[in-house]
């Protein structure tokens, strides 16, 4: 399988975030790359550098306010006397329903729904080329290979639109998705991080061309807490297009397996073009964020029984932390995929 990585997608390396308001280290650490191209070298993946692709494709799903916030904020934000080195929130539009503010600070919250996300000056460069990983993950697939990898690092599924969180900026899922739309009339996403995919969600929510689905930890209790129930189901002309299927925290293998069935009905029967597979590893049993109880060769089991729907696959890098494991675990999940 082809896999996609620039050198540059590792310059991005967030200091802190807050965890129940304590400051604690990010975990969304460059060494992740590292260990994500071995655990891709592994499983016999031939890794390419992207080409660029410019604003286009990423612009397609993010709004040009956005972009431009993204592109020059770390620059502004140095002219603020006193300022943090890295771009943090601190203040956010409640309901957003206030007027766009014209300063760095009000737009820093307008844009960012958390602080997992701090800019720093490499971030929008390791964004773009992250981004573009994806994007050429999706052009391989356009041009007939039966499934690619994109090492996409920062990870996307909890950016919006118009939104960062969650230690993602673009969300590489969604504009891999939409890529393939040039292709693919209908194409499916299957999330199975252990987060949500709050970003992806609300991007594809009122549309039945992009089909999104989301295997996590029940937000009732997990980030992101306001989105991932299973009674949202998409509006609009998106109603009966979003299906979540939430776990009881610390579930296991077994339990894992069996909620891919009622995706995968939903998948069948939406008939999808092509599929792109959101890949988290952080469902880890050994992952830091310790939400459910998945095994190593429990991502190869996934991967076998999602391959199996034999669809045309993208798949995209989202969350797994720093652990011994997570370079087997994506070894273990690309082989599994790759040998149906
Ligand atoms: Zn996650």
């Known amino acids: ?8 997608q590792k310059q991005h390396n967030p200091k802190a975030f807050l965890s129940s308001g304590a400051p604690q280290p990010n975990p969304e650490q460059p060494e992740r790359t590292e260990r994500l191209l071995l655990g891709a070298k592994a499983a016999g993946c031939a890794i390419e550098r992207p080409r660029e692709h410019g604003r286009g494709p990423i612009a397609a799903i993010h709004t ?9 904020i770390y620059t502004r934000w140095q002219r603020i006397e006193g300022a943090s080195e890295e771009v943090i929130p601190n203040i956010h539009p409640l309901g957003r329903n206030g007027r766009y503010p014209a300063s ?10 958390d602080t997992a996300c701090p800019i720093s000056a490499e971030t929008w460069d390791s964004a773009c080329w992250s981004a573009w990983s994806a994007v050429e993950a999706a052009e391989a697939v356009i041009s007939g290979a039966p499934a690619a990898y994109a090492l996409s690092r920062p990870p996307g599924h909890h950016a ?9 900026f673009f969300n590489n899922t969604a504009i891999a998705a939409q890529h393939l739309r040039k292709q693919a009339a209908r194409v499916a996403i299957l999330d199975v991080d252990l987060h949500h995919g709050n970003g992806t969600q609300g991007i594809f929510y009122a549309r039945p061309d992009v089909l ?23 509006e609009g002309p998106g109603l009966g297009y979003n299906l979540n299927l939430p776990l009881p925290r610390k579930s296991g293998d077994e339990a894992f397996l069996e909620a891919l069935q009622p995706a995968f009905r939903r998948i069948r029967a939406f008939a999808p073009d092509a599929l792109v597979v959101a890949l988290g590893l ?13 095994s190593t060769p429990g991502f190869a089991r996934m991967a076998e029984a999602i391959s199996s729907l034999g669809l045309p696959s993208v798949i995209v890098q989202e969350g797994g932390y720093l652990c011994d494991a997570l370079s087997d675990n994506l070894t273990a999940f690309l082989t599994g995929y790759a040998s149906q």
């Open 282 to 294: 952080d469902a880890f049993e050994g992952d830091p964020f310790g939400g459910l109880s998945v």
């Open 64 to 72: 040009p306010e956005y972009l431009d916030f993204l592109e020059h």
């Open 212 to 234: 999104t689905v989301s295997i996590h930890t029940d937000p009732v209790r997990f980030y992101p807490f306001f989105w991932g129930h299973a009674d949202e189901r998409g």
């Open 160 to 168: 919006f639109a118009d939104a960062a969180g969650g230690f993602c």
């Open 1 to 8: 399988m082809k896999a996609f990585y620039a050198v540059e």
């Open 104 to 113: 760095a600070v009000g737009q820093a919250g307008y844009h960012m729904a």
